[in-house]
């Protein structure tokens, strides 16, 4: 099997510029990476994990954190989220690893058996809840982490996202200008997530700019009778900007439960919805979480002077 030394050796380059190359170092140029990995490929070279473990401390692994909640299993936005991770940490010979768990100390106690046991250096969460004690341990450790969602008011990581202002403003026009929705509410959890403040900033943008008087959806967890209030006191809505897919269809279902004969838009986030839910009345806002994942490796190994903070993904209506 062929070894760094053997790729130095046949590209006449010294055994540290291989290893660099091979690791996607961004002192040493594109065009020698390129070439780089294209004698490795000849030669048939295996990266050997272990030894790489050895001599850096750190484990060829990335740590990917899921958030705690009974959704995550079968949203295809997470399914999307990792295969855009693994695109890119396969170009760079890591692989990832995943903690996941139905309660938070279980996935505290697995990321904390990963830096001390395994010695993963570098995690992204696909999440970014404000006092979670998983981010409070990581921003504790001699590690790097950047998670999917930006930090809340007062807090700062590196991050990846999407302009949720812009796209909550783009989902409002959008019920507006192509179904003619006079009056869309919006429709959001209770938790106040940041990525929520800011679609419902961009709503209430929209909503001024057209003359509209606005209406706040605070839709409870696992509360029928609160729910079904909301929607009868609400009358004249024939629209929804909901803040997730998954909040859109709760809201759809109930609606026409009591209104069967009332058409009305929804529109939510992720695309995260097999088609067999929904029907043409139902829309979602792309949020790309392949290339969301994507970014969020090139920043977690982003080598550049000043390190960027941030990766904004654009959306698709």
Same mark, same amino acid.
């Given at each position: ?17 291989? @290893?660099?190359?091979?690791? *996607? ?37 990335? %740590? ?68 979670? #004690? ?26 990846? *996202? ?27 959890? #209770?938790?106040?997530? #940041? ?24 839709? #409870?967890? *696992? ?24 909040? %859109? ?13 009332? @058409? ?54």
């Amino acid at each position: 099997m062929a070894t760094i030394r053997d790729i130095a050796k046949q590209m006449g380059l010294s055994v540290s510029t291989v @290893s660099r190359a091979l690791n *996607d170092n961004q002192r040493i140029s594109a065009r020698t990476r390129k070439k780089v990995k294209q004698m490795a490929a000849h030669l048939g070279y295996q990266p050997n994990y272990n030894a790489r473990n050895l001599t850096n401390q750190e484990a060829n692994a990335v %740590g990917v954190i899921f958030p705690v909640n009974n959704r995550v299993v079968d949203n295809i936005f997470y399914v999307g989220l990792l295969r855009g991770i693994n695109e890119r940490l396969t170009a760079k010979n890591f692989v990832l690893s995943v903690a996941i768990g139905n309660a938070t100390e279980q996935v505290l106690e697995n990321v904390k058996s990963m830096i001390n046991r395994a010695q993963i250096k570098r995690f992204i969460l696909l999440y970014s809840h404000i006092n979670d #004690p998983i981010i409070e341990l990581l921003r504790k450790q001699d590690v790097e982490f950047v998670t999917v969602g930006k930090p809340a008011a007062g807090q700062n990581w590196p991050y990846v *996202d999407n302009n949720n202002v812009k796209a909550g403003a783009d989902a409002t026009r959008f019920l507006i200008n192509h179904y003619q929705v006079s009056h869309p509410v919006f429709a959001e959890s #209770p938790n106040g997530w #940041p990525y929520e403040l800011d679609r419902r900033e961009g709503y209430l943008k929209e909503m001024a700019q057209t003359n509209r008087k606005p209406v706040i959806f605070a839709v #409870p967890d *696992d509360n029928d009778s609160q729910l079904t209030q909301l929607i009868i006191a609400n009358p004249q809505m024939d629209g929804i900007v909901a803040t997730d897919d998954y909040t %859109g269809l709760l809201i759809y279902h109930r609606f026409k439960a009591l209104f069967p004969d009332k @058409s009305i838009e929804v529109i939510g986030f992720n695309n995260s919805l097999p088609n067999e839910l929904t029907d043409q009345h139902f829309h979602s806002v792309d949020l790309h979480p392949k290339e969301m994942g994507k970014a969020a490796v090139d920043l977690l190994f982003s080598e550049e002077v000043g390190k960027p903070q941030r990766a904004i993904v654009t959306h698709t209506v």
